[in-house]
């Protein structure tokens, strides 16, 4: 497994927030207000900007973004880290995007635009705001039907603009947060094992080295595993997950489901699973998970660690920093087939009669 596998939400060090706008001086464009930025002076100040606020069209907030030393963070999810190229890309055409094309002054129009101030009974649009700053909140409406625009007004003026490209503002707070978890494909992992409360058990594993197929083990007696395509999205628990929602963690039911995943290189995934329609921090209920990670390692008889020994100790350490202060929920299709049961891998054995018919 590279680290580019493990590193559970690497995001962004403090050399990356500097953005590729190329903020060299005057770019030959015409003066006046039309083709002027779409917040004047952002692209001087781009790079300092550390508190972007997006209020929804009924006032209230959709999300703080909040810069420390090294990533952009939102407040609301008790700090957890924000998507940063989905910031970036905002400051990006924030700062860079011109305003193509002159519309009314007439408020009387502006719910049609979507630019009328957020919390009135018909707005429709999203303002963004940068606290402690100089810098105009701009409000960001429809997007023009015939144009590769939206309309937009600074929120102390009235003329209204229609923006030179779409610029991309979700009012879903769950879409600014960082949502890939991990990425480890069932190729990296020698163990999958789930434990049910009640004591039901299913261990997979690879069927060899040089395969994607997989072994269920204590098969009952009458029975047989599953046809790969239905043991396949268990043994790749850990590929490409995401979360819909995050909280700190706390604890975990005493009834939650635990699953092992162990990696070639010596990592041990542990997940509590569990059920949970009215938890605390959580905009919605549904499949949760929390993860530890540790490593599997032994230590030579003096108790030194070897080097690659300690470099393993040094990973799942690094990696259980990230992941154990938080608990995820996981999409349902992701959570059921974390869960699954026994009978889910298993499949009747067929009698020599139903072969020959």
Known sequence: MTPKTILILAGATVLALVLALGLSGPNGRTSGEQD?????????????????????????????????????????KDNFEADFERVQGLLRDLATGRRADER?????????????????????????????????????????????????????QARTWLSDGDLEVPTDRIEWLERSVMDIPATELTRVTVRHPDGETIELRPAGDQTQDWVVFNV?????????????????????????????HDAVPDDAIGALFVT??????????????????????GGWVHFSVSAEVTASEDGELSEEAARISADAAAVNERLSPWQYRLPERKFDSLTKRLEDVLAEVESDDEEES
């Not at 009328?116 to 909140?137: C, K, T, W, Y």
């Not at 043991?231 to 590929?239: E, F, I, K, S, V």
């Open 104 to 156: 009314t002054s007439n408020p009387e129009w502006y719910a049609r635009l979507g630019v009328q101030d957020v919390g009135e009974p018909e707005a429709s649009g999203v303002r963004i705001d940068f606290p402690d700053s100089e810098l105009p909140s701009l409000i960001v409406g429809q997007a023009d039907s015939t144009e590769q625009g939206r309309f937009v007004r600074l929120a102390d």
């Open 264 to 285: 070639r290189d010596g990592l041990n995934f542990v997940a509590s699973l569990f059920q949970d329609d009215l938890g605390a921090g959580s905009e919605s209920g």
């Open 220 to 248: 009952p007696d009458g029975r047989e595993a599953a046809p790969m395509w239905e043991l396949r999205p268990l043994a790749n628990g850990l590929a490409n997950l995401r979360l819909d929602d995050v909280r700190r």
């Open 36 to 76: 002027e930025p779409l917040v004047p002076g952002l692209r001087e100040v781009v790079n300092e900007v550390d508190a972007v606020d997006i209020l929804g069209p009924d006032g209230e907030f959709v999300v703080r973004l909040r810069r420390d030393e090294a990533r952009w963070r939102v407040p609301e």
